[in-house]
Nanobody, 122 residues
Framework: QVQLVESGGGLVQSGGSLRLSCAAS????????MGWYRQAPGKQRFLVAF???????SYASSVKGRFTISRDNAKDTVYLQMNSLKPEDTAVYYC????????????????WGQGTQVTVTS
Protein backbone atom coordinates (compact mmCIF):
# COMPACT_ATOMS: atom_id res chain seq x y z
CA GLN A 1 0.00 0.00 0.00
CA VAL A 2 1.08 3.53 -0.78
CA GLN A 3 -0.30 6.69 0.78
CA LEU A 4 0.00 10.04 -0.97
CA VAL A 5 -0.56 13.50 0.51
CA GLU A 6 -0.54 16.62 -1.66
CA SER A 7 0.00 20.19 -0.55
CA GLY A 8 0.78 23.58 -2.01
CA GLY A 9 -2.34 24.54 -3.91
CA GLY A 10 -3.93 27.94 -3.66
CA LEU A 11 -5.17 31.04 -5.41
CA VAL A 12 -2.83 32.88 -7.76
CA GLN A 13 -3.10 35.51 -10.47
CA SER A 14 -2.45 34.73 -14.10
CA GLY A 15 1.30 34.64 -14.75
CA GLY A 16 2.06 33.60 -11.20
CA SER A 17 3.69 30.47 -9.81
CA LEU A 18 2.90 27.68 -7.37
CA ARG A 19 4.75 24.59 -6.24
CA LEU A 20 2.83 21.46 -5.38
CA SER A 21 4.29 18.72 -3.20
CA CYS A 22 3.31 15.08 -2.86
CA ALA A 23 4.66 13.08 0.05
CA ALA A 24 4.55 9.31 -0.33
CA SER A 25 4.60 6.77 2.50
CA UNK A 26 4.14 3.04 2.84
CA UNK A 27 5.56 0.67 0.24
CA UNK A 28 7.38 3.43 -1.63
CA UNK A 29 10.11 1.03 -2.79
CA UNK A 30 7.52 -0.45 -5.16
CA UNK A 31 6.89 2.82 -6.98
CA UNK A 32 8.28 3.00 -10.52
CA UNK A 33 6.85 6.36 -11.51
CA MET A 34 4.87 9.24 -10.09
CA GLY A 35 2.44 11.43 -11.93
CA TRP A 36 0.43 14.58 -11.48
CA TYR A 37 -3.10 14.69 -12.84
CA ARG A 38 -5.61 17.51 -12.82
CA GLN A 39 -9.36 17.64 -13.07
CA ALA A 40 -11.32 20.74 -13.91
CA PRO A 41 -15.07 20.96 -13.18
CA GLY A 42 -17.05 18.91 -15.67
CA LYS A 43 -13.94 17.44 -17.28
CA GLN A 44 -12.08 14.15 -17.08
CA ARG A 45 -8.97 13.69 -15.00
CA PHE A 46 -5.96 14.51 -17.19
CA LEU A 47 -2.29 13.47 -16.89
CA VAL A 48 -0.17 16.60 -16.66
CA ALA A 49 3.30 15.16 -16.07
CA PHE A 50 5.11 12.11 -14.80
CA UNK A 51 8.57 11.22 -13.61
CA UNK A 52 10.25 7.83 -13.49
CA UNK A 53 12.40 6.55 -10.65
CA UNK A 54 15.53 7.31 -12.70
CA UNK A 55 14.42 10.91 -13.22
CA UNK A 56 13.14 10.82 -16.79
CA UNK A 57 10.17 13.14 -17.23
CA SER A 58 7.28 13.66 -19.61
CA TYR A 59 4.75 16.49 -19.94
CA ALA A 60 1.45 17.20 -21.56
CA SER A 61 1.81 19.65 -24.42
CA SER A 62 -0.41 22.19 -22.66
CA VAL A 63 2.07 22.59 -19.77
CA LYS A 64 5.40 21.86 -21.44
CA GLY A 65 7.86 24.68 -20.82
CA ARG A 66 5.82 26.06 -17.91
CA PHE A 67 5.64 23.14 -15.47
CA THR A 68 8.53 21.11 -14.04
CA ILE A 69 8.15 17.81 -12.22
CA SER A 70 10.91 16.63 -9.91
CA ARG A 71 11.42 14.15 -7.12
CA ASP A 72 13.47 13.84 -3.97
CA ASN A 73 13.93 10.10 -3.46
CA ALA A 74 15.43 10.58 0.00
CA LYS A 75 12.22 12.30 1.11
CA ASP A 76 9.84 10.18 -1.01
CA THR A 77 8.42 13.44 -2.30
CA VAL A 78 7.46 14.59 -5.78
CA TYR A 79 7.08 18.24 -6.74
CA LEU A 80 5.30 20.11 -9.49
CA GLN A 81 6.65 23.59 -10.09
CA MET A 82 4.07 25.57 -12.04
CA ASN A 83 5.12 28.84 -13.65
CA SER A 84 3.34 31.26 -16.00
CA LEU A 85 0.02 29.97 -14.75
CA LYS A 86 -3.09 30.55 -16.83
CA PRO A 87 -6.79 30.51 -15.88
CA GLU A 88 -7.16 27.27 -17.83
CA ASP A 89 -4.76 25.62 -15.36
CA THR A 90 -7.47 25.94 -12.71
CA ALA A 91 -8.28 22.45 -11.43
CA VAL A 92 -7.89 20.03 -8.57
CA TYR A 93 -4.44 18.51 -8.86
CA TYR A 94 -3.89 14.90 -7.84
CA CYS A 95 -0.72 12.97 -7.17
CA UNK A 96 -0.57 9.37 -8.36
CA UNK A 97 1.75 6.37 -8.21
CA UNK A 98 2.08 4.30 -11.34
CA UNK A 99 4.30 2.53 -13.82
CA UNK A 100 5.72 3.33 -17.24
CA UNK A 101 5.44 0.50 -19.72
CA UNK A 102 6.52 -0.15 -23.29
CA UNK A 103 6.23 2.90 -25.46
CA UNK A 104 6.75 5.22 -22.55
CA UNK A 105 3.10 5.14 -21.59
CA UNK A 106 2.22 5.95 -17.98
CA UNK A 107 -0.29 3.66 -16.28
CA UNK A 108 -1.75 4.73 -12.98
CA UNK A 109 -2.10 2.43 -10.02
CA UNK A 110 -5.06 3.01 -7.78
CA UNK A 111 -3.01 5.15 -5.40
CA TRP A 112 -4.21 8.74 -5.26
CA GLY A 113 -3.81 11.68 -2.97
CA GLN A 114 -6.77 13.70 -1.75
CA GLY A 115 -6.16 16.46 -4.27
CA THR A 116 -5.21 20.10 -3.91
CA GLN A 117 -7.11 22.98 -5.50
CA VAL A 118 -5.29 25.38 -7.82
CA THR A 119 -7.21 28.46 -8.89
CA VAL A 120 -5.75 30.94 -11.36
CA THR A 121 -7.53 34.27 -11.77
CA SER A 122 -7.27 36.47 -14.84
Amino acid sequence: QVQLVESGGGLVQSGGSLRLSCAASGSTFSIDAMGWYRQAPGKQRFLVAFIRSGGKTSYASSVKGRFTISRDNAKDTVYLQMNSLKPEDTAVYYCNAGVVREGGIYYSYDYWGQGTQVTVTS
